[in-house]
C-alpha cells in the first residue's frame, strides 16, 4: 500500500473541508514565509499536523496546491473589492481604503504568496497557465473601477487616454510597486508612497470639480 492510498483511508476519519483548510493555511504560511522554491509538502504537512501523503490525495500536485491556496484568498479580496468599488462613496475614500487593504495583505503575507507565484510562473508554464487568469481577475475589478470613475467624473482627456489605458497604468503600477516593496527599497517606498498621495488628492479634485454647479 502506498502512502497516497493510506492516505485515502484515513481521510474519511477527519472531516475533509477541514483537513484542506489546514492544508491550504499550512501552505499559505510557509509560501509566505518561505517562498515557492523552499516549499515543501513534508513541512506543509508538518505544520498542518497532517500526514503529508493527504496533500497529494486532496491536491494532486504542488502546482495545483498553491494555485489552490492563492484561490482561496483571491476568492474573498475580490469580493472585498467589488463591494468596495460598488459600494456609494468618494472615488478618494475608496482609493484610501484600496491603500488600507494593500498595507493588510502585506502584512498577512499574501502579496508575498502572489508575488512569489508570479516570479515561479516565469520558468512553469503549467504554473503560468494558471496563475495568469487570477491576475486578469483583479485587473478586471480595477478596469470596471476605472470605467466607473470616468462615467461619474466625464474628465477631458486626450483620446488615448480611456478606460483601459488608465486601468493599465494603475494595475501594472501597483504590481510594481509590491514587488519593490517587497524588495525592501524605502527610496522607492517613498516615491510610491508619494504617487498615491497625487491620485488621491486628483480624485479629490475631480469630485470638487463635479459638484460645482454648472454655469449659467
Known amino acids: 500500500m502506498t502512502a497516497?492510498?493510506?492516505?485515502r483511508l484515513q481521510a474519511p476519519a477527519t472531516a475533509g473541508s477541514d483537513t484542506r483548510a489546514?492544508?491550504?493555511?499550512?501552505?499559505?504560511r510557509c509560501l509566505a514565509s518561505s517562498g515557492y522554491a523552499a516549499l515543501s509538502v513534508r513541512q506543509i504537512a508538518k505544520d498542518a499536523g497532517l500526514n503529508h501523503a493527504l496533500i497529494s490525495y486532496y491536491f494532486g500536485t504542488k502546482d495545483r496546491l498553491v494555485i489552490a491556496v492563492l484561490d482561496e484568498a483571491n476568492r474573498r479580496l475580490l469580493r472585498r473589492q467589488r463591494e468596495m468599488y460598488a459600494a456609494?462613496?468618494?472615488?478618494?475614500?475608496?482609493?484610501?481604503?484600496?491603500?488600507?487593504?494593500?498595507?493588510s495583505d502585506l502584512a498577512s503575507g499574501f502579496v508575498r504568496v502572489q508575488a512569489e507565484l508570479y516570479a515561479a510562473s516565469l520558468s512553469n508554464?503549467?504554473?503560468?497557465?494558471?496563475?495568469?487568469?487570477?491576475?486578469?481577475?483583479?485587473?478586471?475589478?480595477?478596469l470596471e473601477a476605472v470605467r466607473d470613475a470616468l462615467r461619474t467624473y466625464r474628465p477631458q482627456l486626450p483620446e488615448a487616454f480611456d478606460a483601459e489605458a488608465i486601468a493599465t497604468l494603475i494595475s501594472e503600477f501597483w504590481l510594481g510597486m509590491e514587488f519593490a516593496r517587497l524588495i525592501g527599497d524605502d527610496d522607492e517606498q517613498a516615491r510610491h508612497e508619494k504617487a498615491l498621495d497625487a491620485?488621491?488628492?486628483?480624485?479629490?479634485?475631480?469630485?470638487?470639480d463635479t459638484a460645482k454647479p454648472l454655469p449659467g
Open 88 to 103: 456609494p462613496g468618494r472615488f478618494a475614500d475608496k482609493w484610501a481604503q484600496a491603500r488600507r487593504f494593500y498595507e
Open 199 to 208: 491620485v488621491e488628492r486628483m480624485l479629490i479634485a475631480l469630485e470638487s
Open 22 to 28: 489546514r492544508i491550504l493555511d499550512a501552505a499559505f
Open 125 to 142: 508554464e503549467e504554473l503560468r497557465r494558471q496563475f495568469v487568469p487570477r491576475v486578469q481577475a483583479w485587473k478586471s475589478v480595477v
Open 4 to 7: 497516497t492510498e493510506a492516505a
